[in-house]
């Protein structure tokens, strides 16, 4: 069974860092694009970044480029997506997700396998 599982999220102060982990089980990893969403609450899910597994292409919503780099280990069957320059505004609940293709994308209804989400909230 194909199964995705986030962590790594939590509170944070504005400026601050955080390292998100989506660690798959049931597949290899390395044959699928990765995803990383976020959902604020009476929001719609937004794409933050991606990275395709042929060629290791990202991308990056405007509003966390600069502050944000998603990348992954495959032999871990894992992608990290390492926050800094943290904002109150990203605060939200971050999941990732998975989905066969050539080139990564940040639209969610792309992605047919997703975690179930962690929560990061930035405040001081």
């Known amino acids: 069974q194909l199964q995705l599982v986030e962590s790594g999220g939590g509170l944070v102060q504005p400026g601050g860092s955080l390292r998100l982990s989506c660690a798959a089980s049931?597949?290899?990893?390395?044959?699928?694009?990765v995803g990383w969403f976020r959902q604020a609450p009476g929001k719609e899910r937004e794409g933050v970044s991606c990275?395709?597994?042929?060629?290791?292409?990202?991308y990056y919503t405007d509003s966390v480029k600069g502050r944000y780099t998603i990348s992954r280990d495959n032999a871990k069957k894992t992608v990290y997506l390492q926050m800094s320059g943290l904002k109150p505004e990203d605060t939200a609940v971050y999941y990732c997700?998975?989905?066969?293709?050539?080139?990564?994308?940040?639209?969610?209804?792309?992605?047919?396998?997703w975690g179930q989400g962690t929560q990061v909230t930035v405040s001081s």
């Open positions: 997700a998975a989905m066969n293709g050539f080139v990564c994308s940040l639209h969610p209804s792309n992605y047919p396998y």
């Open positions: 990275i395709s597994n042929h060629n290791g292409i990202t």
């Open positions: 049931g597949f290899t990893l390395d044959n699928y694009d």
